[in-house]
Nanobody
């Protein structure tokens, strides 16, 4: 198993930027594809972005393409989500997750989850 801890959330004005970090421990980090998900109040959890174990492939939901960038640093056991041009509709709790599934890029097969970090974007 792997333990995940997110950080970097906060309050930002629309149009601003934030960088979320996820620190992993407990298992070889490079084994896992990684993803970011978010959940707004009263809404279903939404897939945001994913990155392959090697870091060579990345995937994004349409609403964040061109604004968010997922990356990873395997020697540091970390994955990041750089967010720019933030919008109020990006407000949510953001979760880091780890998967071994071939279909991680579809948002499937995430077995381990962090506790989440709050991102709030004001108008």
């Amino acid at each position: 198993q792997v333990q995940l801890v997110e950080s970097g959330g906060g309050l930002v004005q629309a149009g601003g930027s934030l960088r979320l970090s996820c620190a992993a421990s407990g298992r070889p980090f490079s084994t896992y594809a990684m993803g970011w998900f978010r959940q707004a109040p009263g809404k279903e959890r939404e897939f945001v972005a994913a990155i392959s174990a090697s870091g060579l492939s990345a995937y994004y939901t349409d609403s964040v393409k061109g604004r968010f960038t997922i990356s990873r640093d395997n020697p540091k056991n970390k994955v990041y989500l750089q967010m720019i041009s933030l919008k109020p509709e990006d407000t949510a709790v953001y979760y880091c997750a780890a998967a071994t599934s071939t279909y991680f890029w579809k948002g499937y097969g995430y077995d381990y989850w962090g506790q989440g970090t709050q991102v709030t974007v004001s108008s």
